[in-house]
């Protein structure tokens, strides 16, 4: 689902929300307040088409909806047509049982209660339509144009690159699901830098505006900030895909209008990148003597039929979670966001979860139980010796057994009888077809 999620991040990453005590309200919508920001959006267009270096191919359609407008298009868009009950019950097991949320967590209540608090505006590509939050227009005249320039850029990118079918290929699986997203985000997070320095700051008191704007949204972002780091990767597409986007030339890259980023996002599009480690090391997807693809179960079926036989269970759900969500299980759950530094890609990773090679989750049903079977695949020895001991240290209580060989670490969770940690590890070594960009992956 591409839903906006952007929150201050930099100082620049801003759109309007309002604090969950207020969720549940309803604001009528102004006509006087939405005649004004369709106007503003017709004229962000033109800046649009300009900064990009390219038309629109049709008018893109505007609206303005209430918080209430907006929990009616999650609950249908998201929880209906995306993450219907079932799906949305086994993507909350895994979640729980991998640590990345608590236990008692109710996964789609703290989904709406972060993109309530969180969403100023969206766009959307089934309907073709950009869509203001009447709440937004509080923000000021600057903050509000600078995210219709980033909503506007996900309309033209659509018009050109086609962004449902795009997202849609790969919403079942977390790590491809960031890549993409990152490529969309920091896309339209660069383009909306960008008009901040050639429109913003020349047309409208930009800077006093961003201080006051700042200091409205700080008590607004406590939701996403009290919510497990696990949501935090949602912010994580717009800054680390903008430093993608730049080759890893870094935030004063986007100062520069002519820094290539239009022409680097017209090749990401047309070839997208597989994970989230190429995202947060750019060289491994632009540079062709440091291309690093994901490592991938060819297999994956027939090893899970067999897997099924050493679990003694139903598998239920399969995933990829990547460089980015192995970062979050190699650091302690209760470290609190920094703010400040989440436009550096390196926030992101950590020496532990750099030299990912690929990973595949398992769920199962074991009887009434419930349990994971992880396999990690790593770059080197050393790099799988790393996780393991940095994942083990933090989340020791989560993990009912654990084995490593080669470049291959195995971790179990939940279960009434766990499976032995080992017998998995040897049956990777015996029955999964491991390839790297079409060639065989070898564990030593």
């Keep these: 689902m591409r839903l906006d999620v952007a929150v201050i991040v930099a100082g620049l990453a801003l759109s309007g929300g309002a604090p969950a005590q207020e969720q549940g309200k309803d604001q009528a919508t102004d006509q006087a307040k939405v005649d004004k920001l369709v106007k503003a959006a017709n004229e962000v267009m033109k800046e649009v088409e300009e900064l990009r270096g390219r038309k629109f191919k049709k008018d893109v359609k505007k609206g303005v909806q209430t918080a209430a407008e907006l929990r009616e298009f999650i609950e249908k868009k998201l929880f209906d047509e995306e993450l219907p009950p079932e799906k949305l019950r086994r993507q909350q097991l895994l979640l729980q049982l991998l640590g990345l949320i608590p236990k008692d967590m109710d996964l789609k209540k703290t989904i709406m209660d972060v993109l309530l608090s969180q969403i100023g505006g969206f766009y959307d590509p089934s309907r073709e339509a950009f869509f203001m939050m009447a709440r937004a227009a509080e923000m000021g005249e600057a903050m509000n144009r600078m995210m219709i320039a980033h909503e506007l850029t996900h309309a033209l990118d659509d018009q050109y690159y086609k962004l449902d079918p795009m997202m849609k290929a790969c919403q079942d699986e977390h790590d491809a699901s960031f890549a993409v997203g990152a490529v969309i985000e920091g896309s339209a997070t660069a383009l909306m830098q960008r008009w901040a320095i050639q429109f913003g700051m020349k047309k409208y008191d930009m800077m006093s505006q961003m201080r006051q704007a700042m200091k409205t949204e700080a008590e607004k972002a406590k939701v996403l900030l009290a919510a497990p780091p696990y949501f935090a990767t949602l912010i994580a597409r717009y800054m680390a895909g903008s430093h993608f986007l730049t080759k890893g030339k870094g935030p004063g890259a986007l100062a520069r209008l002519e820094n290539g980023v239009d022409a680097n996002a017209e090749k990401a599009f047309g070839k997208l990148p597989l994970s989230s480690e190429q995202i947060l090391h750019p060289a491994k997807y632009w540079n062709e003597n440091k291309l690093d693809l994901p490592v991938r179960i060819a297999n994956d079926d027939a090893f899970v039929a067999k897997l099924a036989e050493v679990v003694a269970g139903r598998l239920l759900e399969r995933e990829t ?39 595949r989750a398992y769920l199962f049903a074991q009887g009434e139980a419930h349990g994971v079977v992880w396999v ?37 969770y939940g279960f009434t009888k766990p499976p032995s940690a080992k017998a998995v590890l040897k049956l990777v070594e015996q029955h999964a077809e491991l390839v790297k960009g079409g060639q065989t992956f070898a564990l030593k």
Excluded: C, P
């Design 321 to 359: 979670y990547g460089e980015i969500h192995m970062a979050l299980l190699t650091r302690s759950s209760e470290r609190k966001l920094n703010m400040a530094a989440m436009n550096n890609a390196s926030y992101w990773t950590n020496k532990a979860a750099r030299g990912w090679g690929g990973d």
């Design 376 to 412: 990690t695949l790593w770059d080197t020895e050393e790099d799988a010796e790393q996780f393991e001991k940095a994942h083990t240290r933090h989340y020791a209580s989560q993990i009912a057994a654990h084995a490593r060989a080669g470049r291959a670490a195995v971790f179990v």
